[in-house]
Nanobody
Framework: QVRLVESGGGLVQAGGSLRLSCAAS????????MGWYRQAPGKQRDLVAA???????DYADSVKGRFTISRDNAKNTVHLQMNSLKSEDTAVYYC?????????????WGRGTQVTVSS
């Protein structure tokens, strides 16, 4: 069974930084793309940043220049360094990974971690 567990959320003042981490676990994992999404109250879940197994990245326009996604393939982890945080970054952040474990590739989601930016 594949599990994604996020960590690193919390409360921070505007202009501050947080680093989110997500660790994938399971049997015989093969991980393709990994990414971070966020969902604010009353809004849809949107892509924040994504990274392929080869290291290519993609960012939402609203976070370009402030957030950096990275991954450690040996440890099956993905990170999101968030700098210059704004109140509009407040949301639940979810990790998503495309994983094959004893079967075909499919998408898995973590349970989310709350990020709150106070102005």
């Amino acid at each position: 069974q594949v599990r994604l567990v996020e960590s690193g959320g919390g409360l921070v003042q505007a202009g501050g930084s947080l680093r989110l981490s997500c660790a994938a676990s399971g049997s015989s994992l093969r991980i393709d793309a990994m990414g971070w999404y966020r969902q604010a109250p009353g809004k849809q879940r949107d892509l924040v940043a994504a990274i392929t197994s080869g290291g290519s990245t993609d960012y939402a326009d609203s976070v370009k220049g402030r957030f950096t996604i990275s991954r450690d393939n040996a440890k099956n982890t993905v990170h999101l360094q968030m700098n210059s945080l704004k109140s509009e970054d407040t949301a639940v952040y979810y990790c998503k990974a495309t994983v094959a474990s004893m079967g075909p590739f499919r998408d898995y989601w973590g349970r989310g971690t709350q990020v709150t930016v106070s102005s």
